[in-house]
């Protein structure tokens, strides 16, 4: 059996991002053949006139539309309950994304606002994991950024974020009111 088809039929019928390792393993074909296989599939969708492309893209390969068919893809799902995400919670998962492991407490500070509800929308979004706990007095629990995060945004992994130094707020002093500029 030829493993090109093979790789583009699961590419195709798969709900998430499939890893090479994974598709080794399902096709048992050796991972070097399945890279192979890859390129060679994102090469011809790239090509040619398919509406499709072999992305890259959370620690796997899927198959998706290109982005520039997205006006029109999009209308199909017009109406539909997609949910998008808060100031708020972009805020939030900003700072978890360029901080990662980070506190609640860290994030708050950052924030000037309280993130309990927050960040129990983005665990339950499965956007944000727990990654354990810091070695700190009261041992609060670390958040960290999850695949579906990646995903959701497009990204292979979290060095694709854009440079952390352009908007990501800083830390507050203990003295600095919410809204007051501190010189120094």
């Known amino acids: 059996m030829l493993i090109k088809p ?4 699961l590419l195709f019928v798969a709900e998430e991002p499939l890893s090479l390792d994974r598709l080794a393993e399902i096709t048992e074909f050796p991972v070097q053949d399945v890279r192979l296989a890859l390129r060679e599939l994102q090469q011809e969708y790239a090509a040619d006139d398919s509406g499709l492309q072999v992305m890259e893209i959370a620690k796997g390969y ?3 539309t290109k982005p520039e068919l997205a006006p029109v893809v999009e209308k199909l799902f017009k109406g539909e309950n997609r949910y998008t995400l808060s100031q708020a919670a972009l805020e939030t998962l900003a700072i978890i994304a360029y901080r990662q492991p980070v506190t609640r407490v860290d994030i708050e ?26 070695d700190a007095p009261g041992r609060p629990i670390l958040y960290s950024t999850t695949r579906e ?3 959701y945004f497009g990204l292979k992994d979290v060095s694709e974020l854009p440079r952390s130094d352009m908007d990501l707020p800083r830390e507050r002093s203990l003295f600095e009111e919410p809204g007051q500029t501190i010189t120094t």
Not at 6 to 9: G, I, K, M, P, R
Not at 109 to 130: A, H, P, Q, S, Y
Request: zero cysteines.
């Open 109 to 134: 500070n950052i924030r000037g606002v309280k993130v309990d509800g927050v960040l129990e929308t983005l665990l339950k979004r499965r956007f944000i994991r727990t990654a354990g706990r810091k």
């Open 6 to 9: 093979l790789v583009e039929a």
């Open 149 to 151: 995060f990646l995903k």
């Open 62 to 64: 899927q198959l998706a």
